[in-house]
């Protein structure tokens, strides 16, 4: 019987080609649905291009995404230009990773502005209030979907507590502490053993499996992706430029000294070093550019990551926010907003033009590496320091949103800001109670309970209980 008689397409039928334009549409349209931080973006690709277009199958997908994992930098974007680059070469690549970024950088941009003009008005600070308290809630939830998923065997626990004693209470630095990880997963999976062995990503949708036998780009090995080392050398070349050249020209222009300089090489140099998604990131943002450049308060630091969770695209877009703040408040001879601007723009041109190099030097070779134990293991030990990290990042942030004032504590090598218990803000700490109760007991939606904060916020405003 044939197929227009049963009056369904069996599901092995391979899709047809896609042009570039299809392709655009597609992924405007993922670019559009990206809130949520990048487990929610995630899925999103996969219901899109595993489930709905089968442009690509389940396990070629996660493979993807585990090379995407290892990398320093925004997960969730670099998966997307290494799917556009296996369907459209680099076209399809800064095609698929510039639509992820634009959303979010005009909206942070518009938002930035809209920040530091009328941040300082009441109803504007009530608002941004009530964000901190999701956003607190937000963090916590990632500890307990990652570790869900990480912490399956005593290795690994033991892991992510070594990773939160050493960043939280001995300052270890946050690359150093991913590094060991990784390396010592390597190693662990290269020698076979189980305990490294529990995957990695943030995990796919739990509805049928899609064969890669059965998608578009299949299981073969695509012509593009059978580089030469001259040919890997000369990409590398290209996009090294692209990056580092703006950051020389400053240096030389300016001196080492200028905010603007500040901003390239912070920027740059944790383009290459923060592992581990965007939570891990912004733990190594905050510690820095809160503490060490000062370019922004704590408080200020938790109010861009709001934006970033309200907004479409990577959550790792509050660095733009973080450039804008720092070259706002030192704009030299420039007006102070377009000073901001120029921070915010060269903070995101510095963040995401490696994430494009990453890929295309990298992805040729890491297509020939599918089902690869070392590196499998690798992901898995760096997923479970991630665990600690992000802890300590959460810590961080119920401090300094529950409570007014903190002091540094001192004892040998230990040290971390204690918070002054008699500054405990009542209504920050039952905001942030309550959008916890609601994320990790009710299942409440991100964007739904940072729009209910806010509102509270605001509502506490008006009837006098906050300023």
């Known amino acids: 019987m044939s197929t227009a008689a049963l009056g369904a397409i069996p599901r092995t039928i391979r899709p047809g080609p896609v042009s570039i334009g299809e392709a655009f549409w597609v992924w405007l349209r993922i ?24 442009w690509i199958g389940e396990q070629r ?7 995407c994992m290892l990398l320093p930098g925004p997960e969730a974007q670099q998966l997307a230009t ?39 008005l009441g109803i504007v ?52 502490i991913v590094l060991a990880a990784g390396l010592i997963g390597y190693f662990g999976g290269r020698a076979g053993l189980t305990v490294f062995m529990v995957g990695g990503g943030h995990g796919a949708s739990k509805g049928e499996l899609v064969e890669d036998v059965d998608t578009l780009l299949g299981e073969e090995l695509p012509d593009h992706a059978r580089v ?45 070093v923060t592992f581990g998604g965007a939570y891990a990131v912004l733990a190594y943002v905050a510690q820095e550019a809160v503490q060490s450049y000062r370019w922004l308060q704590p408080g200020e630091m ?11 695209g990577p959550l790792i877009m509050v660095l733009q926010f973080v450039g804008f703040m720092g070259a706002y408040r030192d704009p030299g001879m420039l007006h102070p907003m ?37 590196v499998a293991g690798a992901l898995s030990a760096i997923t479970a320091a991630v665990v600690g990290v992000i802890l300590n990042l959460a810590i961080w942030f119920a401090i300094h949103t529950i409570f007014r004032a903190v ?21 920050a700490l039952l905001l942030s109670a309550a959008a916890i109760l609601a994320m990790l007991h009710f299942k409440a939606g991100t964007i739904p309970t940072l729009f209910a904060t806010s509102a509270a916020g605001v509502l506490l405003y008006f009837t006098g209980l906050i300023q």
């Not at 997908?61 to 090379?67: C, V």
């Not at 556009?84 to 950088?105: D, E, N, Q, S, Y």
Request: aromatic content about 14%; charged content about 10%; overall charge positive.
């Open 407 to 427: 002091q540094p504590f001192k004892a040998g090598p230990v040290r971390f800001d204690m918070p002054v218990l008699a500054s405990v803000d009542l209504w």
């Open 228 to 272: 030469t080392p001259r040919q890997a050398f000369r990409t590398a070349a290209v996009w090294l430029a692209l990056w580092l050249i703006p950051v020389a020209v400053l240096l030389l222009w300016l001196g080492p000294d200028n905010v603007f300089s500040h901003i390239a090489t912070f920027f740059s140099t944790m383009a290459t």
């Open 125 to 176: 600070a009530a608002l941004f209030f009530g964000l901190k308290a999701a956003v607190l809630a937000i963090v916590l939830q990632a500890v307990v979907r990652i570790s869900s998923r990480a912490l399956t065997n005593n290795v690994m626990l033991a892991m992510a507590a070594a990773a939160f004693v050493l960043i939280f209470f001995l300052g270890m630095p946050f690359p150093i």
């Open 302 to 312: 938790l109010d861009g990551l709001g934006m970033a969770e309200t907004t479409p």
């Open 82 to 120: 290494y799917i556009g680059w296996l369907m459209h070469k680099t076209r399809g690549g800064i095609i698929a990773g510039g639509l992820f970024v634009l959303p979010g950088l005009v909206s942070i941009m518009v938002l930035s502005w809209i920040y530091v003009l009328y941040g300082k």
């Open 338 to 374: 377009i000073a901001g601007t120029l921070g915010g723009l060269l903070a995101t041109w510095v963040t995401f033009i490696p994430c494009f190099l990453w890929i295309f030097v990298g992805a040729p070779f890491v297509e020939r590496l599918r089902g690869n134990a070392a």
């Open 31 to 54: 670019a559009a649905l990206s809130f949520g931080g990048p487990a929610g973006q995630i899925a999103v690709m996969h219901r899109i291009l595993v489930e709905e277009k089968r």
């Open 61 to 67: 997908f996660l493979h993807a995404l585990n090379y």
